[in-house]
Every structure is written in C-alpha cells, then in structure tokens.
C-alpha cells in the first residue's frame, strides 16, 4: 500500500498560472480532503469528499476547484495563481462507514507551492 | 462554531524533561471526536490518537499519555522523559459526529535540546 501518494512535492508558479496538485490514494477510503498549511493558522480546510462524484467547500475554498471522478483520485485545481496560495497543501483520506465514524485521517506528504 | 485552541505556540526542554501540550476545544454538539497529530522536521502528519466524546478515560502509549476532560474542554498531551525525536509540531484537531472534516489548532512546536 502507498497510503496517500501527492505529487508534485515542490512547485513554484507565476502570477495568473493555473495547475493541478495530484491526490492519489489506494486504500479504497471514501473520504477525501485538501488543507492548507501556513505558519500561525494550522491547517484548513479547502474542498472535501464524501465519495465519487460529490464533493463541497470547506473554510477556505476560493481561488480552488476540486471533482471526484473516481474513489481513488481527487485533483486540486488552482485557476489563476495568487502569492495569497503560497502554502502547504496536504491531501488527505480516511474510511468512512456508517458503523465506523470520524476515523483517522492518512495525509499525503504535502506540496510545497510558491506562486511569485 | 467549532475551534481548537493551542496557546502553547512553543516549547524547549531538555531531554528527559516531562511536557505537556495544552488543547481546548469548543463544540456544542454532544458527539465529537479528538485527534493528536505529529509533524516532524520532514513534514508529514503522523495520527498519533482518537478518542470520542463519550470515553473520558486517560489514555498511556508509552512515554505518551492524554487527558481528556470535557468538564475543562481540555483534551491534553503528555510527553514523558522526553527525547530528541520527539521535536516536531504537534496538532490537536477536532471532528464533529459523521463528518470527517478536521478543525486544527495552529500546533504546538516542540524543541527538544540533548
């Protein structure tokens, strides 16, 4: 098992650029979520998912799109880059169920973006 | 609304030292769920415990132990004889009854001198 596999790990982009953060996962969780991560916030929350095909907005999901075509994959799209996204984002997967609620979440190794 | 607290923004010791991280938490829902992370120097996000709202019982792992009192909010973190493995971040994080969205606190970086 690969667990939680982000790619890229670094990226540096320019004003107005747009790209997408990769989120794979292998271990057939339902639930799927992108965080940011900047110094003195913790981490918040983007876009989630509670399975192919459904996603929703977190605290802070402007400036980002997200879709859920399948259960092991859920890409993150930042539409016109801002040093405001200069962050670290973290994918995140956790198995949901109805007789097993709010397990632990497995979190890729982050990406580390710099838009300038 | 929902917020995790940790007023520790920082803390040194020496090696062997006992430490203990701070999290309050606020919710008004009845169900809820607790969550220690670990943030090491390499960055990843290592799940360290889960405990529900209804299971006040302590909790020991090792040189690891937690507190959980609902009467204070207060779900804390001790480290016991701590070494330098132990430096990281560490976060507290709350989730509501079936939803497994996480509310963060803004970490607690831990030092840990030789």
């Known amino acids: 098992n690969a667990g939680v596999t982000q790619t890229p790990k670094f990226q540096v982009l320019k004003t107005g650029q747009s790209m997408t953060l990769q989120c794979a996962q292998d271990?057939?969780?339902?639930?799927m979520s992108w965080y940011r991560q900047d110094p003195g916030m913790g981490l918040r929350l983007i876009h989630y998912s509670v399975g192919a095909g459904i996603t929703d907005q977190g605290e802070v999901p402007n400036g980002y799109n997200v879709s859920r075509s399948t259960t092991e994959d859920f890409p993150l799209r930042l539409l016109s880059a801002a040093p405001s996204q200069t962050s670290v984002y973290f994918c995140?997967?956790?198995?949901?169920?109805?007789?097993?609620?709010?397990?632990?979440?497995?979190f890729g190794q982050g990406t580390r973006l710099t838009v300038v | 609304a929902q917020k995790v607290t940790q007023a520790q923004t920082e803390i040194s010791v020496v090696e062997k030292e006992d430490v203990t991280l701070d999290c309050v938490y606020e919710?008004?829902?009845?169900?809820?769920?607790l969550f220690w992370y670990k943030q090491p120097p390499s960055g990843e996000l290592v799940f360290l415990i889960r405990r529900n709202s209804f299971d006040e019982q302590n909790e020991i792992s090792g040189r690891y132990s937690w507190n959980f009192q609902k009467s204070t909010s207060s779900f804390n973190f001790t480290i016991t004889a701590s070494q330098v493995v132990d430096s990281a971040v560490y976060f507290c994080?709350?989730?509501?009854?079936?939803?497994?969205?996480?509310?963060f606190g803004t970490g607690t970086r831990l030092q840990v001198f030789p």
């Open positions: 919710t008004r829902d009845t169900t809820y769920y």
């Open positions: 994080a709350l989730s509501l009854y079936n939803t497994d969205k996480l509310i």
């Open positions: 271990m057939n969780h339902e639930y």
């Open positions: 995140a997967s956790s198995y949901s169920h109805s007789l097993v609620m709010n397990t632990e979440a497995f």
